[in-house]
């Protein structure tokens, strides 16, 4: 998600220095590799580790700098032009990767590097796998591990320290397993491999194998640490100055401790004695850094996707009803808002972006297990609204107008679940769309059969050869059919339908990482995280399954002027269908978002009696679950929520 402020900074200091070390005799590099990930391959990385923010000026999540010796550019999607283009100074040329005729940072470096170039990289924060794929592309030029950030050489003092915040501990009644539970899981994957040992070297993933919490990261209840199962121990790298009795307790005799910065002298160890080798190798996510495989050695590790990540990703009975359950609290807080709203901007009151991205936090801090936000909240005004992961400057954003678009993009943590909600609205209805802006006909999924991902299409669909297909009948059945309909809808915004949201744990759940191959030659549907909608190939590895957690989050935006999107945070489940093609079954989606959609900005001419029909379900769902929660706490809310969920 988005940062907050959006203010220009004079990088030529920064630069100069960087390539005064690039020219370094005993470095000589002609180029250096900035991605925004830290050694955890965390999306959003702490303070202390944003150093392509830092080099940049761009502190948009996603992206990645090239720097050579004449020239500097920054590589992101289409969810950061605009910010980019408002944050990058005279120094940087934007690379809007995407877009037709723009290389990925991948293909650009072989392509306009001179033959012989040395191109440096933290090996901590590049994948191994990428490492490999890059090796190969540049030919005569040279990939070059560097033992010393450059970055962080320049960045010196003011650099910020890591945090070393206590862990706590998530009890079962929140997490729905206990830890020997899932370190025995995990140990029936290691037998499936014949491997000795797995690495686990994400942050989610161990926060959720551990059944610990911490908050190293802003937003993120995560904890800066490794671990290592093998079939008899398990053990945590981790500050010791971040452990309590209670997680002692917690542990028992399953898991040993050990130092934060031991965990690579560890791998080596187990080289070195000779517990590791090829035929009994070590298992990696294939998330895992290059420096990660150097301590092995490539022949003595097993590349595969993370069994961590497609465990964790199917959420169990107990964590399924958190998630519906803190999904109605959270409503409380948006219905507390937005009547809050609208109330202050007929009565007169000039309020901007931050203060109502404030009050909406103080609503949802006085909800029961509510922890923190889940991101930075997208409080975003007019034109700002098109500016798709927006987050204001406190001293320096817009005034919310009841003649503009109002989106709002937020969501929270509670100890049993995680929230992420986008509603778009207006005092007036100012906005009428045309028929190829329909975005909530959009974001209402219909069922797809298992081991495939399909969407709920409610526009009317003409193909190449002049197919129709109605929403009501469409099942996608190859990948063909849905290049199509990704040509008619995907190209409509810039970012992914859905993404995994973990259970009290990354809004984002697996890498949604931009350090992977991007194209947009063919669009299709495919996953991202290990789950998610969206139009990253490389990640399409996983299937939608039941107990996943996925949001859905179509949305079109007006550079400029405006910007509208609806998401609601949905639950893979079994479903029983009027027919079953294959005798395979299908999968749908339960809804858990509790938060109206404006019905005076929709055109309720182009809905059909089966839209409207799932539009007054849904209110009426909203309606009975969260009213009840603000009767005696807040009047202006429940008139608000019942003149909302009207039937229409």
């Known amino acids: 998600m988005g940062a907050k402020g959006t203010q220009r900074v004079d990088t030529s200091e920064r630069l100069a220095r960087l390539r005064a070390l690039m020219q370094q005799q005993d470095v000589n590099l002609g180029a250096v590799v900035v991605p925004s990930e830290d050694e955890h391959s965390s999306e959003y990385p702490s303070e202390a580790d944003k150093r392509r923010a830092f080099i940049s000026g761009f502190n948009g999540s996603a992206g990645c700098a090239v720097v050579t010796l004449r020239n500097a550019f920054l590589f992101t999607d289409g969810r950061y032009f605009l910010q980019a283009e408002q944050q990058l100074d005279e ?84 997490s729905g397993e206990t830890l020997r539970s899932k370190l ?55 500050d010791k100055t971040q452990v309590d009795d209670a997680v002692l307790t917690h542990f028992d005799q399953d898991v040993e401790i050990r130092p934060y910065g031991a965990f690579l002298p560890y791998l080596k160890d187990l080289v070195e004695t000779g517990l590791v080798k090829k035929d009994k190798p070590v298992l990696l996510g294939d998330k895992t850094s290059l420096a990660v495989v150097h301590a092995l050695g490539e022949e003595n590790v097993v590349s595969v996707p993370s069994p961590v990540a497609a465990m964790k990703a ?42 109502g991205a404030d009050k909406l936090e103080e609503f949802r801090s006085e909800l029961d297990l509510f922890r923190g936000l889940s991101f ?29 678009i109002y989106l709002c993009d937020s969501g929270g943590q509670y100890l049993d679940g995680t929230t992420d909600v986008t509603r778009t609205w207006a005092s007036t209805a100012i906005v009428k769309f045309k028929s190829d802006h329909r975005v909530t006909s959009l974001s209402i999924p219909l069922f797809f059969p298992p081991g495939r991902l399909f969407h709920r299409i409610r526009n009317r669909l003409v193909g190449k050869k002049g197919f129709v297909a109605r929403w009501s009948g469409l099942q996608v059945c190859s990948s063909l059919f849905m290049t199509w309909i ?91 269908t009027p027919n079953n093609f294959g005798k395979n079954g299908y999968n749908g989606f339960e809804r858990v978002t509790m938060c109206p959609i404006q019905i005076s900005l929709i055109d309720l001419s182009i809905l059909t009696a089966e839209e409207k029909k799932w539009l007054n379900d849904y209110h009426a769902e909203v309606a009975s679950k969260v009213g009840p929660l603000l009767e005696g706490k807040d009047a202006r809310a429940q008139v608000w929520l019942r003149r909302q969920c009207l039937a229409i």
């Not at 169990?316 to 219905?335: K, P, W, Y």
């Not at 930075?376 to 005034?399: L, Q, W």
């Not at 040509?487 to 339908?497: P, V």
């Open 91 to 174: 120094n940087w040329t934007l690379m809007k990767q995407g877009l037709p005729d723009v290389p990925t940072w991948q293909d650009f470096l072989p392509k306009n590097l001179d033959q012989g170039t040395r191109v440096g990289i933290d090996p901590t924060l590049i994948l191994a796998t990428d490492a490999q794929t890059l090796t190969k592309s540049l030919g005569n030029s040279e990939l070059v591990p560097l033992s010393q950030n450059p970055v962080d050489v320049v960045w010196g003092s003011e650099r910020p320290q890591r945090p070393k915040n206590p862990v706590s501990v998530l009890d079962v009644k929140y």
């Open 184 to 238: 025995d899981r995990a140990r029936q994957e290691l037998a499936k491999k014949n491997a000795v040992a797995l690495a686990v070297t994400l942050l989610d993933e161990v926060a959720w194998l551990f059944n610990l919490r911490g908050t190293d990261i802003d937003f993120n209840p995560v904890f800066f640490a490794y671990a290592v199962v093998k079939q008899d121990s398990a053990v945590l790298f981790i």
């Open 314 to 355: 199917i959420k169990n009975s107990t964590e399924m009803e958190g998630f519906r359950q803190c999904h109605i609290r959270d409503g409380v807080a948006l219905a507390r808002y937005f009547a809050w709203l609208e109330e202050q901007l007929h009565n007169g009151f000039v309020l901007n972006e931050s203060q």
């Open 376 to 404: 930075t909240t997208i409080s975003s005004a007019g034109p700002n609204a098109a500016i798709i992961h927006y987050s204001p400057d406190p001293d320096n954003c817009a005034i919310i107008a009841k003649d503009q």
């Open 486 to 576: 990704g040509l008619i809808i995907w190209t409509k915004y810039r970012h992914g339908t859905g993404h995994g949201v973990g259970h009290f744990l990354n809004v984002h759940e697996g890498i949604c990482r931009f350090l992977g191959r991007y194209t947009t030659a063919k669009l299709t549907a495919c996953l991202k995280g290990p789950q998610g909608i969206g139009t990253r190939i490389t990640y399409n590895n996983t299937a939608l399954k039941p107990g996943m957690t996925v949001s859905n989050e179509p949305g079109y935006y007006a550079d400029g002027k405006w910007g509208i999107r609806i998401e609601n945070v949905v639950i893979v489940r079994e479903v029983k």
